[in-house]
Nanobody, 114 residues
Framework: QVQLVESGGGLVQPGGSLRLSCAASGRIFSFYAMGWYRQAPGKQRELVASTINSNTNYADSVKGRFTISRDNAKNTVYLQMSSLKPEDTAVYYC?????????WGQGTLVTVSS
């Protein structure tokens, strides 16, 4: 089973930026479809961004503000978040999928508040 460890969450003011990182175990990281999800209090978990091969996909709510990227040499996927809004406040989860594998990280809290 792939192990995922997120980092980079914290408190940021509206309009600020944060970069989340997710380090993955496994020797075939480059084959994994990687995604960032988030779950705000009282809401369902939602997809924020995903990447497989060189393709990326974003939720409409974050397009133009968030960027997902990956470094296959470091087995790491990133989420660069800019122009953050209070409604971006949530626990952010990293996800890896390959075949029947569907692994989740423990989550990292992002709070956008003045």
């Amino acid at each position: 089973q792939v192990q995922l460890v997120e980092s980079g969450g914290g408190l940021v003011q509206p309009g600020g930026s944060l970069r989340l990182s997710c380090a993955a175990s496994g020797r075939i990281f480059s084959f994994y479809a990687m995604g960032w999800y988030r779950q705000a209090p009282g809401k369902q978990r939602e997809l924020v961004a995903s990447t497989i091969n060189s393709n990326t996909n974003y939720a409409d709510s974050v397009k133009g503000r968030f960027t997902i990227s990956r470094d296959n040499a470091k087995n790491t996927v990133y989420l660069q978040m800019s122009s953050l809004k209070p409604e971006d406040t949530a626990v952010y989860y990293c996800n890896a999928r390959w075949g029947a594998m569907d692994a989740w990280g423990q989550g990292t809290l992002v709070t956008v508040s003045s």
